[in-house]
């Protein structure tokens, strides 16, 4: 007899498991997006905050409340806004859309608080290695360096001259860049780096020029460096050999504006999502809808909205949110992932697997 009510037991435990997980969460969960809504760059967090109401609008099914804090540029600004999200708003996850110096300078505390952080911006080996609560779904700045000095090499550009800006970003970039591009036999006939508030480039660029490159590559953090670099660079002459940068410069309005069209014909490696999926134009169309124009930075867009969607997948199965079985869901379940950004898995650490494709500023 005993044995029979055990049986029983059972099944309607499972069977109300199942029930249960067919029922929407009802608990409200907290999101908080840290991320550039003043400053250089803003129209990054612009597009963030655009992107997501979107999303809130024609795809939300849980009960999911945002509260955004400006991050701005710099890490000391990224860890108030981290800080005010995570210790005074008390929020369940944080979608970061911050500069790799915002997530670095607030990784101790993202850690410590055990807040699942997802990152829908690239990150390199800083970010891929801060901690087992930050997952990036962002392109890998790691492959944007391998990847670009691959794209030299194919080309026969087996000598070029790097100026670097030093910020997280750029410096990781740089780092893979200069590795892939000895290994691969190329030639670094001139390398400096500058730090961010820089304005006189001419005793740098003189010695650079002098180096006689092929071509130059100028990592920057959001692109207006490099446009005082390219006015001063004008005023010594110019270059006649091609100019790569990072696609900051090509997505910020500001820089462009600040450029005056010397970005013009300048190449990057954009990072790639998939362009062709049905639900990123079905998206785009929602987001054409309520702003009147595209989203300033397509694969921010599509990163965030993979992000979304998979917190809402791991709340349909009917659990109310819990920090750490949300951790170990994006480890377990995303793999070859398809999603806005393309396929996709997540490493051990919580990095996602997404490079980059050849592109020019027109």
């Known amino acids: 007899m005993r044995a029979f009510y055990l049986i029983i037991f059972s099944i309607y435990f499972y069977t109300g498991a199942l029930v249960f997980a067919d029922s929407p969460s009802t608990k409200e969960t907290i999101v908080g997006v840290p991320t550039l809504l ?37 890490g000391s600004d990224g860890l108030k806004a981290y800080q005010k999200l995570v210790n005074v708003d008390h929020v369940d996850v944080l979608i970061g859309a911050t500069s790799s110096n915002g997530t670095m300078a607030s990784a101790s505390l993202i850690n410590s608080s055990k807040t699942v952080m997802i990152t829908p911006v690239t990150g390199g080996a800083n970010v891929d290695n801060a901690g087992e609560w930050i997952f990036r779904l962002g392109n890998s700045d790691i492959l944007n ?25 750029t410096l990781d ?11 691969g036999g190329g030639e670094i006939a001139y390398s400096t780096t500058f730090q961010p508030a820089t304005t006189d480039f001419r005793s740098q660029l003189g010695l650079l020029v002098r180096s006689k490159p092929d071509a130059m590559f100028i990592p920057t953090q959001t692109g207006s460096a490099l446009a005082l670099i390219l006015t001063q660079l ?17 997505d910020n309005p500001d820089a462009r504006a600040l450029a005056k069209g010397k970005f013009s014909g300048m190449r990057y490696l954009a990072p ?4 062709e999926s049905p639900r990123m134009k079905k998206f785009l169309g929602h987001y ?15 990163a965030t909205v993979d992000a979304l969607d998979l917190l809402q997948a791991y709340l349909d199965e009917g659990e109310t949110y819990n920090r750490e079985q949300f951790q170990v869901f994006l480890l377990d379940k995303v793999k070859n992932y398809r999603g806005l950004l393309g396929e996709f898995s997540l490493d051990e650490h919580g990095n996602a697997n997404t490079g980059f494709v050849s592109a020019e500023i027109n």
């Open 38 to 74: 003043s400053g250089d760059w803003a129209g990054l967090g612009e597009n963030i905050v655009n992107t997501i109401k979107t999303y809130e609008k024609f795809y939300l099914r849980h009960s999911i409340r945002f509260i955004y804090e400006d991050a701005k540029i710099s």
């Open 173 to 183: 970039i740089a780092k893979a860049f200069e590795i892939a591009f000895r290994n």
């Open 272 to 275: 790639a999502y998939n362009k």
């Open 288 to 302: 054409f809808a309520e702003y009147k124009r595209e989203p300033l930075i397509p694969f921010h867009t599509a």
């Open 145 to 169: 360096g391998k990847q670009q000095a691959e794209r030299f090499l194919d080309n026969s550009i087996k000598r070029i001259a790097l100026l670097t800006e030093e910020t997280e970003y």
């Open 234 to 250: 004008s005023q010594l002459g110019g270059f006649k050999g091609e100019i790569h940068t990072t696609f900051t410069a090509a």
